[in-house]
């Protein structure tokens, strides 16, 4: 009797667990999510880890096949266990937030940790959150960065913007302004509202980076335009004093008037004296 290799079943899994992917993004085929996740179930059946997890994902949401709690989380489990480090933070996410299991932090915590250890900056950040906070385990802030760190340097936005308020505020590690800047800056780059804010305070103030009203305006308006309400009142002062921009009292009340219809004190307290 003929015994096919392991390998050759390997391979097999492979090919249907790509061509499942393939069908998913509707990339080089027509997109087709139940074609999707029947190629994926082939690969699951051969025990192909990113199969399981993929087909974990279609039955939590419901796409191309029919919604099943359990299943998604039967596959999600395989998957975690055969080592897939995208399972394992979903499955420590799923126990830390009590999300279709019962909550349980340690449970959730031993997931993360062992998707951080294989490198998955997800949950790199996540138990950097969780040892800030302290949220079942003692809080730890050289833990914390210690995590942050290892998440920033895969380029993780919000692990950069985290390791420029530590750096900023000298909380988990020494002070130091220079390097808040520099991870202002990563997060910045890369679309982070609070690190565009914090950059345009540090260009503005000239304390941590060379000062520059230009530069100021141009990164309160980068998260001015992502809604963020404090860098909304700050680009209203620029407006209404004439720095980094030109002078112009109406943008100035525009935008005074945005962030106080959002709960801005300040914008609420300079509306009044532009009344006046």
Request: net charge neutral.
């Amino acid at each position: 009797m003929f015994v096919e290799p392991v390998q050759a079943k390997s391979e097999e899994a492979a090919a249907q667990y790509v061509l499942g992917n393939a069908y998913y993004q509707g990339k080089d085929v027509p997109q087709d999510s139940e074609k999707a996740v029947f190629w994926w179930q082939k690969a699951a059946d051969q025990g192909y880890p990113a199969a399981e997890y993929n087909l974990s994902i279609a039955y939590l949401k419901g796409k191309g096949i029919t919604q099943n709690q359990k299943l998604s989380q039967f596959w999600l489990q395989r998957a975690a266990n055969q080592g897939n480090a995208a399972a394992q933070y979903a499955l420590g996410s799923a126990y830390y937030q009590g999300k279709g299991v019962s909550q349980d932090y340690e449970k959730g915590l031993f997931w993360w940790q062992k998707a951080a250890d294989q490198g998955n900056a997800d949950a790199q950040y996540a138990l950097g959150v969780a040892y800030h906070d302290g949220g079942g385990v003692s809080q730890d802030s050289e833990k914390a960065v210690f995590w942050w760190q290892k998440a920033a340097d895969q380029g993780y936005v919000a692990a950069e913007s985290v390791l420029g308020v530590l750096y900023a505020r000298g909380e988990g590690v020494s002070q130091d302004r220079a390097k808040a800047v520099f991870w202002y800056q990563k997060a910045a780059d890369q679309g982070n509202a609070v690190a565009q804010y914090a950059l345009g305070n540090a260009y503005n103030q000239g304390k941590d980076a060379p000062q520059d009203d230009a530069k100021a305006v141009f990164w309160w308006q980068k998260a001015a335009n992502q809604g963020y309400v404090a860098a909304g009142y700050n680009l209203g002062v620029a407006y209404l004093k004439g720095q980094g921009v030109a002078q112009d009292k109406g943008i100035a009340r525009s935008l005074f008037q945005q962030a106080a219809d959002k709960g801005n004190a300040k914008a609420k307290e300079a509306l009044q004296k532009l009344s006046y």
